[in-house]
Nanobody, 121 residues
Framework: QVQLVESGGGLVQPGGSLRLSCAPSRSIFSIYAMGWYRQAPGKQRELVATITSGSITNYADSVKGRFTISSDNAKNTVYLQMNSLKPEDTAIYYC???????????????WGQGTQVTVSS
């Protein structure tokens, strides 16, 4: 079974930056797309940003111009650079991947355990 391993969360002051990383825990056949979602207390999980294997990106309006999603296809790793962070960015950030684990299998949807991002002075 494949797990997504996230890192990079933490506490930062408003206006600060953080970089999240996520990668599968073992080698996989191929990745179609990866992305980041977040869930704040009392709110539903929402999309933050996604990137396909062809580097097509999509962002939530609330993070456009502040967050940048990128990937290293050789390492099957996705990154989320978060700049100009605001208190309203405080949430648990979840990594997501649509991938094929083994040759001959179809696409499956995987989620990480989540990493806490807190923006506070």
């Amino acid at each position: 079974q494949v797990q997504l391993v996230e890192s990079g969360g933490g506490l930062v002051q408003p206006g600060g930056s953080l970089r999240l990383s996520c990668a599968p825990s073992r080698s996989i056949f191929s990745i179609y797309a990866m992305g980041w979602y977040r869930q704040a207390p009392g709110k539903q999980r929402e999309l933050v940003a996604t990137i396909t294997s062809g580097s097509i990106t999509n962002y939530a309006d609330s993070v456009k111009g502040r967050f940048t999603i990128s990937s290293d296809n050789a390492k099957n790793t996705v990154y989320l650079q978060m700049n100009s962070l605001k208190p309203e960015d405080t949430a648990i950030y979840y990594c997501n991947a649509l991938l094929t684990y083994r040759i001959g299998q179809g696409l499956s949807d995987y989620w990480g355990q989540g990493t806490q991002v807190t923006v506070s002075s």
